[in-house]
């Protein structure tokens, strides 16, 4: 009994304190089980009408989504497992200039329409995401926040996003942005406008503002404290079925309440992908791309532009890269592939140096791969200056211009909105064009795609400690294991459509490393005409590979440049265990090769 009496006299307690402080926002819509917890730790649930108050911390079950209108007019829409801490918050009718607010988003994601704090003063409005603080000035802007990685973008006006440790950028509207811990730097790229992405329009007006507010007087006058607990059942279970569907729908069940409300539904122009990182966007579907195709999508994404003199790389251009990464459960692992600006996915470069187009960004949006760690986006940004570009030089083939170099510091990968930990350069190789898929089917022959002193170029073999070094040059003989030829190769039977032999031989720090097609690999041209990577395996003795063989595998791309493919530029990236000692090695490098009759 005595146990009783206390707790009832503590109900009454915590009651009257939220009867005597003053409440800054009220409820809209409460979906699911959300609470709020005051500084002192009381709990409580919240449901349509509940009062907000300054320091609550509003949490959101793995299926609640919450809605809140302040007293300054703005509003707030956050996602499940979501908790938001309202700092601070003042604001008087008489006094709107006076006003301030300060925000935390602990973790999950939200959206906000600011109100009348910070259109005079921006200072006034401020929103904390642990390793980056987001200023405002009248917007409407939403935010996702997974670990120290936070990812974003803005329907409505403009903000500032400054990492706690790092640099700022400011984000405009139809910008999204990217951020991987609080020294990392902010990426700005594109997102597709509501008429491109084929969704809902984001934007909401202050005549609909206006609207809204009319339509919610009207809708909740008079049913105020008549609201069951079978309603907020039916709106739960209503929740729990719209689970699967996209978040512009998160209104789904509260037609009955204030359906224009649904103008501050989350993400209508961002997607999550599995680990709950924003995407770039709704994205339309499509399909694979090829050599020289031109996309039908009209969404023009754009890449970070690093040096401030790039400039968007044309549709049909495209890059090769390589790179080394240290992954906690693997080790050092060799990265490589291409990227064609084909619509959605976009490359910045910079020609300010002289020596052709030098790549200084890019975002790839992965269109083939349903895989969960597929890239939607992968961003990277090189460094602020091309002086610091390593390897750089650029050449000519068939009308085709191509250039390339090493990011040797100072660059940033991103990849679904976390920071890549990478090892040594950024290997790249940038050309305007491809060669038509119509002439390489079209091509008859048997033809070798060679590095020699006087053909063809490539960006210094590199390993995983940093160490560069050279290839071997094409040789016309003393080939082993089935091939014709030696150094470094790949030859191609046009009259077959098929790739024959593949041969990359380099030096790097005392190592020799040898790398060939795998059996397995798939040797089609219309595999790689698709964009598809070969798979290639080798071997590494000496240097870094002391102590027994280690056996390598990874994939090599290749795209035909020049109007009669008179060259090819290619990434490589492979990587292996030594049996013996248990470390692991990479190589990886770009190579421009140039292609003559078989001898």
């Known amino acids: 009994m005595k146990q009783f009496i206390w707790a009832s006299i503590l109900v009454i307690f915590s009651a009257q ?19 709020a917890v005051s500084s ?24 609640g989504r919450l809605q809140v209108r302040f007293t300054d007019g703005s509003r707030l829409s956050l996602k499940p497992d979501t908790e938001f801490k309202i700092a601070e918050y003042q604001f008087e009718d008489a006094k709107p200039d006076d006003g301030k607010a300060i925000y935390k988003l602990l973790k999950g994601g939200m959206r906000t329409i600011s109100g009348q704090i910070g259109k005079v003063d921006k200072e006034d409005y401020q929103l904390d995401a642990v390793v980056a603080t987001i200023g405002i000035r009248g917007t409407d802007f939403s935010v996702n926040k997974v670990g120290d990685k936070i990812t974003g973008s803005v329907s409505n006006g403009r903000i500032n996003v400054a990492a706690k440790q790092g640099g700022n950028r400011d984000v405009a509207k139809g910008k999204s942005f990217s951020l991987a811990g609080p020294k990392g730097s902010v990426s700005v790229f594109s997102t597709p406008t509501a008429e491109q992405s084929g969704s809902e329009s984001d934007e909401t007006s202050e005549e609909e503002g206006a609207e809204e507010e009319s339509t919610e007087e009207k809708s909740t006058e008079g049913d105020q404290g008549t609201e069951t607990e079978a309603t907020e059942s039916e709106a739960a279970a209503d929740e729990t079925s719209e689970g699967t569907q996209s978040d512009t729908t998160d209104t789904t069940g509260s037609s009955n309440e204030n359906s224009t409300e649904s103008s501050l539904s989350l993400d209508t122009t961002t997607t999550t992908t599995g680990d709950g990182t924003a995407a770039v966007g709704d994205l339309p579907a499509s399909s694979p791309t090829t050599q020289g195709s031109q996309s039908s999508q009209g969404v023009i994404f754009a890449a ?30 060799a990265s490589s592939g291409r990227v064609e600006v084909d619509g959605q996915s976009a490359i910045t470069v910079d020609g300010s140096m002289g020596t052709g187009d030098l790549l200084t960004g890019l975002v790839y949006i992965d269109q083939n791969s349903s895989s969960s760690d597929a890239c939607s986006p992968c961003i990277m940004s090189g460094p602020s200056s091309v002086a610091s570009v390593l390897d750089n030089s650029n050449k000519s083939l068939g009308g085709t211009d191509v250039t390339w170099g090493r990011w040797a510091s100072g660059y940033t990968i991103v990849e679904n909105g976390v920071e890549t930990e990478t090892a040594g350069s950024f290997h790249f190789m940038y050309a305007d064009s491809l060669t038509p898929n119509s002439v390489i089917t079209a091509k008859s022959g048997d033809y070798v795609y060679r590095l ?24 016309g003989g003393g080939g082993t294991g089935g091939h014709l030829y030696s150094g470094t190769y790949f030859r191609v039977d046009f009259d077959t459509q098929q790739l ?77 265990t030594n049996a013996s000692t248990g470390t692991t090695a990479t190589i990886t490098g770009t190579i421009l090769l140039e292609g003559t009759p078989s001898p």
């Open 452 to 475: 020699e002193s006087t053909a063809g170029g490539y960006t210094s073999p590199e390993i995983e400690t940093g160490a560069t070094g050279t290839l071997n040059d094409f040789v």
């Open 304 to 333: 970070p532009d690093p040096t401030g003199n790039g400039s968007p790389a044309p549709t049909g251009s495209f890059v090769a890269l390589a790179f080394s990464q240290n992954e906690p459960d693997k080790g050092f692992v």
């Open 40 to 63: 002192g730790g009381d709990q409580r649930q919240l449901k349509r009408q509940s009062d907000i108050y300054a320091e609550d911390l509003l949490i959101t079950s793995s299926k």
């Open 500 to 576: 024959v032999e593949i041969g990359i031989e380099a030096n790097v720090a005392g190592g020799s490393y040898t790398l060939r097609e795998d059996p397995s690999a798939n040797l089609s041209l219309s595999n790689v005409l698709n964009g598809n990577d070969v798979k290639i395996s080798g071997t590494c003795t000496g240097g870094s590979c002391s102590g027994g063989t280690t056996d390598l595998s990874g994939k090599m791309s290749i795209d035909f440049v020049g109007a009669a493919a008179e060259g090819a530029v290619t990434s490589y990236g492979a990587s292996g």
């Open 17 to 35: 304190s939220f009867a005597d402080a003053k409440s800054v926002g009220t409820v809209i819509l409460s979906f699911g089980q959300n609470v």
